[in-house]
């Protein structure tokens, strides 16, 4: 009798085939894969776990965040999140770190995307009556829309505020812009106190801008103001509360508010924060080393 050698010939391909998928598998599943996804580092899981607190309104201190892995085929990371009832145990953070998942539904935006943009006329940057910190006439400004209960403002505010501005140092001077995103309920009240306080005295502003972005995690509190305004302004400036609480219950600088929101919607602003450096748009929440690069890099178009 004859070999089926047709038979045989059709089964090895399809053996072949099956083999292939299986190490395949078995790669993705293995540290050889992972190796090529970036870990989260522990601010990216803090990160997590305060969108998941604030948007669920548990106890900080209560909820515990772990990574559970990378899901097969992709840099998404599965997050474990326990401790609290209300919030969901699971979610996902992408590679890039731009988007979080709770299971197959998008609920956070990404943040700003490093994409080339044309420079900004600094007239239109800076005009209006924005906070100013440092020398007004120094040639160099950064321009930063912020949210006040952002992570990612906090920890810009912070390297802003090492770099010595107010003293006119690099020569430049700081720019604030409000654009308090939707899902940050906290925010927008607080751009509107803070923008009262700058009615007053731009001094107030600004100890109040470091006083919000050391206390992120209070800014629900009812009290919030009040210590804030406690701890700010001095003798010779002193803070008229009766003032204050007047424009915050009137929301009468919600109109300050709103001009520095369409701002940053008519330049494509999408996230925070979002950086101009003489005109010139950074990507992300750059640090100081890039800040200090982008001023001594002159670009066409970026000047007054």
Not at 35 to 43: D, T
Not at 78 to 84: S, T
Not at 187 to 202: G, I, T
Request: net charge positive; proline share 7%.
């Amino acid at each position: 009798m004859t070999r089926p050698e047709i038979k045989i010939e059709v089964q090895r391909p399809v053996l072949l085939t099956l083999a292939l998928v299986f190490c395949a598998i078995a790669v993705l599943s293995s540290d050889y894969y992972r190796g090529y996804c970036v870990p989260l580092s522990n601010r990216d899981l803090d990160m997590v776990r305060y969108y998941a607190v604030t948007r669920f309104g548990a106890a900080p201190a209560n909820v515990k965040v772990s990574e559970e892995g990378i899901l097969p085929e992709s840099c998404v990371h599965r997050i474990k999140l326990a401790g609290a009832s209300s919030i969901p145990p699971y979610w996902y953070v992408s590679g890039d770190r731009k988007y979080i998942f709770q299971g197959a539904g998008l609920i956070a935006r990404p943040q700003p995307k490093a994409q080339p943009l044309a420079p900004v006329d600094r007239e239109v940057l800076e005009s209006g009556s924005a906070p100013v910190l440092g020398p007004r006439n120094s040639p160099n400004s950064i321009v930063v829309f912020s949210d006040f209960q952002c992570p990612y403002c906090a920890t810009l505010s912070k390297s802003l505020g090492e770099m010595n501005i107010s003293s006119g140092a690099h020569g430049m001077h700081l720019v604030f812009r409000h654009y308090p995103l939707p899902f940050h309920t906290q925010a927008r009240p607080a751009a509107e106190a803070a923008a009262c306080l700058a009615v007053q005295d731009e001094s107030f502003f600004w100890e109040f801008n470091d006083y919000v972005f050391s206390n992120q995690s209070r800014l629900g509190e009812t009290t919030f103001v009040n210590a804030a305004t406690r701890t700010i302004g001095s003798k010779k400036k002193v803070i008229d509360r009766t003032r204050l609480r007047d424009c915050i219950d009137r929301h009468a600088s919600a109109a300050i508010v709103d001009a520095d929101v369409h701002l940053a919607e008519k330049l494509g602003v999408e996230g925070t924060p979002t950086v101009f450096v003489n005109g010139v748009r950074l990507s992300g929440a750059p640090n100081q080393a890039s800040l200090l690069s982008a001023i001594s890099t002159p670009r066409r178009g970026a000047v007054r």
